[in-house]
């Protein structure tokens, strides 16, 4: 049986069709991990081998003797959930070669999830090692730009001028130094045949995305804006408010990158917002609206400007 | 369906070739691997065989050995069999994963091709890759020729994937010392060799889609304790009776008797030294020499160095008077793994040995004979005096002033 590509009509019916990933669950009401793992599992019937790495979504869903996942879960460590289901995926084509699989009829999807701690930093050279053996996966990063479930370390994801425990703002320091790595292009560069930033608040863009990826022969590689209420410093219940501000000021630009040459723009915001709007409602960028740092707001727009304008004529060029 | 190789009864196989040969025969479903001298033929080996269609399941070079063991718990959580091969600097970037294996009940099977860890980087065989190893939660046994190589592999699948004992084992042998030193080796033909192991059976496999499985899950203080307790349990008791049962059929099969302590000329042994790998048939030699001359000396080698084989180490040692314990790792601070293990076997016992610790062979040097006399002159020595004659840790075969300790 081939899979085949879920309909989804509408909000409703995708936010209930099911429920492999349970509301029950440890996460902090308002974390937006649970919105986008609920996208990436609905947007397809097909059976599901599943893998996550160390991290808030891994510590808030296996805890012994409980479990919020109704698919085949595996977590090993912080920096290899890619290998994991990597390992699984192989297991499969070994099995499927010799004729001993137990559903052979059914095409379970592979897929890894890992916070930006797992994939930015710590487990990068084990994606890197999935991608270029070309294992038929989908690798969605939880990017909140932070090592949340530790407390708020940076990461190297971390943007500019976040203050975070290990890079605090200070009387002498705006917080963190380093612009955020651009992951995008670099697995893009792998030559994956699939690779896209999306956001859960703009579920049709991502659920198109997820289902794309999907239906990809090879490595997928999904970044996915994680909005964190409790480390970006925002209310819980502005959780979707916060990941429309940084999509709609171009800080979390959507778009995908075909075979590694073909550059999409999925999303282009009708009112393009200010980035001093996306920083102001984040407490983690209090610190840049007084004298001493608001020149880096300044340098915020003009960065994000560009990166725009880079997108713009990558989509273009078709290379 | 894997193609069948054609093999005589004695073939000339290396220590790595062995390993290969076994691992081809019981059609592992995934091997996950890394290369890494000295174990770097098994990897390349295994990847000639399923160039030329004599395995069909997947073999995944990863991009370190952390990536190869990892990718090897994932393949063996989905439900099938899953093997590897790794050496020194290779094992110790795996150990994170390694107790991951082990905690997760998954029966993978490593080959360690034994090697020193650096600094200073070293190629060649000793046993701190082994020693690293033995926390770890593994079955390990221990092979002193590519002979042993071989069969221990056999043993290795059947007992770890055992239901009642899903483990994951590791099969040893030395660096260079067997893995390069090609020497007769008996063979069992591809469906003897398969049939021994068995199809492999699933239990908790993420691939059964209609039975989803969590693995891998968080345990804080409520509940980690009794897990670690459930896999100390498999370890202790169930682990021993697999394996004398696994010996008993591998013998029926083939002849060859393995055991969980080796032993030869202990049954009136009055001296005898204790060690492990190739080290195990110099002193075989030696003593062979000595028994000539008069002297009652024997030798033990560890077999399974985990789980411990405490009981039948105590009952070989009973009557001895004088022990040497031969550890080929550095102990950096204390007396030998060896020499400690076998002093908490004897302790509550009724034995009164001398006992005596030598450190031998790091990074690769030699044990001579003349060393091994050496060694039982002072054990003879040790005995008449009924005390220790020596300090009781001695570096044996070093360049430079003498060293000891204690």
């Given at each position: 049986?081939?899979s085949?590509?879920k ?5 409703k ?7 492999r ?12 991990h ?25 510590v ?9 996942w ?25 099995l ?56 708020g ?25 380093r ?5 995008m ?17 703009k ?11 999907f239906?990809a ?5 999904i ?37 590694g ?59 | ?15 790595n ?17 890394y ?31 952390h990536?190869a ?17 790794t ?81 994951p ?7 260079f ?14 469906e ?19 039975h989803?499985?969590t ?7 409520d ?29 029926a ?15 009136d ?8 790998g ?7 030699e ?14 033990v080698?560890i077999r ?19 022990i ?35 450190i ?12 091994l ?20 840790q ?13």
């Amino acid at each position: 049986m081939m899979s085949e590509i879920k309909k989804i009509k509408n909000l409703k019916e995708f936010s209930t069709s099911a429920d492999r990933f349970e509301g029950a669950n440890l996460l902090c009401p308002g974390c937006a991990h649970s919105i986008i793992v609920r996208e990436v599992l609905n947007a397809t019937n097909d059976d599901l081998i599943l893998a996550a790495s160390t991290g808030c979504l891994e510590v808030c869903t296996a805890v012994y003797p409980y479990t919020s996942w109704d698919a085949s879960w595996i977590h090993i460590g912080f920096e290899n959930g890619s290998s994991a289901v990597a390992g699984a995926e192989a297991m499969y084509k070994a099995l499927k070669t010799k004729g001993r699989l137990k559903q052979p009829e059914r095409t379970p999807k592979f897929v890894a999830f890992g916070g930006d701690g797992a994939t930015y930093d710590i487990g990068f050279q084990w994606i890197s090692g999935c991608f270029e053996r070309g294992h038929n996966m989908m690798y969605v990063c939880l990017d909140n730009e932070v090592y949340a479930n530790t407390g708020g370390q940076r990461s190297s994801s971390t943007p500019i001028g976040a203050s975070a425990t290990t890079t605090p703002a200070g009387r002498v320091s705006y917080g963190e130094k380093r612009n955020k790595k651009d992951m995008m292009a670099i697995m893009a560069a792998h030559g994956a045949p699939y690779v896209a930033q999306v956001s859960p608040s703009k579920w049709k863009d991502m659920v198109a995305k997820i289902q794309k990826g999907f239906a990809a022969e090879g490595p997928v590689f999904i970044n996915a804006i994680s909005a964190c209420t409790t480390e970006w410093k925002f209310a819980p219940e502005d959780t979707i408010a916060i990941t429309d501000l940084a999509t709609d000021s171009l800080v979390f630009p959507l778009y995908e990158i075909i075979n590694g040459t073909e550059l999409n723009i999925t999303y282009r915001p009708k009112n393009i917002i200010p980035v001093r709007d996306y920083l102001g409602a984040q407490g983690r960028f209090k610190h840049l609206f007084t004298k001493q740092y608001e020149y880096l707001i300044d340098e915020w727009q003009t960065r994000v400007d560009l990166k725009w304008e880079q997108l713009q004529r990558r989509e273009e060029a078709r290379v | 369906m894997a193609d069948t190789m054609e093999l005589r009864d004695i073939e000339v196989w290396d220590g790595n070739m062995a390993a290969s040969h076994a691992l081809r025969q019981v059609q592992v479903d995934v091997v996950a691997a890394y290369p890494i001298t000295p174990s770097t033929p098994i990897v390349e080996n295994y990847a000639g065989f399923a160039a030329n269609a004599y395995v069909d399941g997947e073999f995944v070079m990863t991009e370190s050995e952390h990536g190869a063991m990892s990718c090897c718990i994932g393949a063996s959580a989905a439900g099938g069999r899953v093997a590897t091969a790794t050496s020194s600097q290779g094992f110790a970037l795996m150990v994170e994963t390694l107790y991951s294996a082990s905690g997760m009940r998954l029966p993978i099977i490593l080959n360690v091709v034994n090697r020193a860890i650096g600094a200073p980087l070293n190629v060649n065989g000793d046993h701190s890759d082994m020693y690293m190893g033995r926390d770890s939660g593994w079955i390990q046994l221990d092979a002193y020729n590519p002979q042993h190589a071989y069969d221990l592999n056999f043993i290795a699948f059947k007992v770890a994937e055992d239901h009642d004992v899903r483990l994951p084992a590791m099969v040893h042998q030395d660096g260079f010392m067997t893995s390069h030193t090609a020497q007769g080796v008996h063979t069992m033909t591809d469906e003897q060799g398969f049939n021994f192991v068995g199809e492999f059976q699933p239990m908790n496999d993420m691939l059964d889609l209609d039975h989803p499985v969590t693995h891998g899950v968080q345990t804080e203080e409520d509940w980690h304790f009794e897990h670690k307790a459930r896999q100390q349990h498999a370890l202790m008791t169930a682990v021993i009776p697999k394996l004398e049962a696994a010996f008993d059929a591998f013998e029926a099969l083939t002849g060859r008797r393995y055991n969980l302590v080796e032993t030869h000329q202990m049954e009136d042994a009055e001296i005898a030294v204790i060690c492990m790998g190739t080290s195990v048939e110099t002193a075989m030699e030696v003593v062979n020499e000595l028994r000539a001359t008069g002297i009652k000396a024997g030798v033990v080698g560890i077999r399974v160095f985990r789980p411990w084989p405490m009981e039948q180490l105590a009952a070989v040692l009973k009557d001895v008077k004088a022990i040497g314990t031969l550890d080929r790792s550095s102990p950096h601070g204390t007396m030998g793994m060896l020499f400690n293990e076998v002093s908490g076997s004897l302790f509550n016992t009724d034995t009164k040995a001398v006992l005596t610790n030598y450190i031998y062979g790091l990074g690769g040097r030699d044990l001579t004979k003349a060393h091994l006399v050496g060694i039982f002159n002072d054990l003879k020595a040790n005995m008449d005096a009924g005390k220790p004659t020596t300090p009781l840790q001695q570096y044996i075969g070093l360049r430079g002033p003498k060293l000891s300790f204690f």
